[in-house]
């Protein structure tokens, strides 16, 4: 398989709460990150996490970690219209290694 | 200010034709990334660039893909005798430094389409 996965679709409704999930296959990784992309745009950082964490929050963002399960995802509360785009789960494990491994990209849809 | 800036945006050409992406990094960032994002695919890592230090070119899907970094700052990408496959957008990104807890700041990308 993929050394990082995530579901390619999400719908929620605005107001609602949205959970992209994300899978990676490297034990060893160290960092995980989520990245925004909106149409027409470059990749935007939005946070990320050491593996030493379980969960950071961050307004209406929050990520968790689940490291036994190599299980990572990004919830974004009272999501809102403009939150619609594109999420990249990556991993990358550290060092001079910087070989960042990215998703497929969760297109999230967010209905009036 | 002013972010990493990629150029063409788009570009078309033909099979077998060479062409040559470019990158501007931010100003002071002295490391650099190419990566390519081919539809429903998720990013691949191709090449980045540490100051003056040999670039790592592992990640470089086969030798019809170089690139070079002039003085440490702007980039260029250039794919040889291109194939169908290569059509993708390529992204380009620079960080302050070299280590994953500096971030990556993302260009728009240019996209390729090889007919």
């Known amino acids: 398989g993929e050394d990082v996965e995530q579901s390619l679709f999400l719908s929620v409704r605005e107001g609602d709460s949205s959970v992209i999930n994300c899978t990676y296959t490297d034990s060893s990784s160290t960092y995980l990150y989520w990245y925004k992309q909106e149409p027409g745009a470059g990749l935007q950082l939005l946070t990320y996490?050491?593996?030493?964490?379980d969960m950071k929050q961050d307004q209406r963002l929050t990520v968790l970690l689940n490291k036994k399960d190599k299980h990572l995802s990004l919830r974004i509360a009272d999501t809102q219209t403009g939150d619609s785009a594109i999420y990249f789960c990556a991993a990358s494990k550290g060092g001079n290694n910087n070989d960042m491994r990215f998703g497929a990209g969760t297109r999230l849809t967010v209905k009036p | 200010g002013a972010g990493v800036s990629q150029s063409p945006s788009n570009k078309v050409t033909e099979k077998g034709k060479d062409v040559e992406l470019r990158c501007d990094p931010i100003?002071?960032?002295?490391?650099l990334y190419w990566y390519r994002q081919s539809l429903g695919q998720g990013l691949e890592f191709l090449i980045y660039f540490q100051g003056n230090s040999a670039p790592d070119k592992s990640g470089l899907p086969s030798d019809r893909f170089s690139a070079e970094r002039t003085g440490g700052s702007v980039s260029t990408l250039t794919i040889q005798r291109t194939q169908q496959e290569d059509s993708a957008v390529y992204l380009c990104?620079?960080?302050?430094?070299?280590?994953?807890?500096?971030?990556?700041?993302f260009g728009p990308g240019t996209r390729l389409t090889v007919t």
């Open positions: 990104a620079s960080s302050l430094g070299f280590s994953p807890g500096y971030e990556q700041y």
């Open positions: 996490i050491f593996s030493n964490m």
């Open positions: 100003s002071g960032h002295t490391a």
